[in-house]
């Protein structure tokens, strides 16, 4: 962790490389890696698989301030995962019917009734392709605690986006500029159809908490009109 102490202390977007960055990108700062940071966690899908991670180790590599960026990324990483497993409680098995497809369903299920601690520690720990949400709401719906929850899920982002970050000042310089010239010729067009995706993404998510709230209300008046009857 110390290798950390060569970057200055910067509590701004970092600066600006024109040869290597996209504007677009430098400029998402501290705020811009919380919120992906909160969304790529959450229910709502992001365009791009581990946005977080490639968010994180771009704008480390780029000057930023890896004490204030890594923390930034747990801490929004940790809200977007609680909501994730306080929607899995309050849905219960139709919130796990609805966000998990039914080829994963049974598995995720009995990897989480058997292993609780795992089913949450390596989902958070390990990048994509290893699925977060399913293990994540099925925390939630099979009433894995609030607090073990929280406390497990945090210690395996802290040491992800730990690495991600030594990694961006130990190598960030050398990864991106294998790719920055294809980067900086389509930043625009990447960032047309990042926008575009994440807006479609929010609302397909608003959509499922909604039509998951709907539900949840039709079960309770449901559920008070059978008592009604039986008064």
């Known amino acids: 962790m110390s290798v950390f102490v060569r970057q200055p202390a910067r509590f701004v977007a970092p600066r600006m490389n024109h040869s290597l960055a996209p504007h677009w990108l430098t400029h ?8 992906v940071a909160v969304v790529d966690s959450s229910v709502i899908p992001l365009p791009l698989p581990g946005s977080t991670d490639l968010l994180l180790l771009w704008l480390v590599a780029h000057s930023g301030n890896p004490w204030l960026l890594a923390p930034c990324a747990i801490i929004g ?3 977007g995962g609680y909501t994730t497993w306080h929607i899995g409680r309050r849905g219960g098995e139709e919130a796990l019917r609805r966000y998990v497809p039914a080829r994963l369903l049974g598995r995720v299920v009995g990897w989480v009734k058997r292993h609780p601690v795992l089913a949450v520690f390596i989902p958070a720990l390990l990048p994509p392709p290893i699925p977060l949400l399913p293990f994540a709401l099925a925390s939630g719906a099979l009433e894995v605690s609030r607090r073990r929850f929280l406390i497990v899920f945090g210690a395996a982002r802290s040491l992800r986006y730990s690495f991600v970050a ?10 991106v500029r294998l790719f920055s010239g294809s980067l900086q010729k389509w930043s625009t067009p990447l960032l ?20 998951l709230r709907k539900i949840e209300a039709a079960e309770k008046l449901a559920l008070h009109d059978e008592a009604s009857r039986a008064v």
């Open 28 to 35: 998402l700062g501290a705020l811009g890696l919380f919120s």
């Open 192 to 211: 047309c159809v990042f926008v575009v995706l994440l807006v479609i993404g929010v609302c397909y998510g608003i959509w499922k908490i909604h039509g």
């Open 166 to 175: 030594w990694l961006g000042v130990t190598y960030g310089r050398r990864i």
């Open 77 to 79: 990483s940790i809200l």
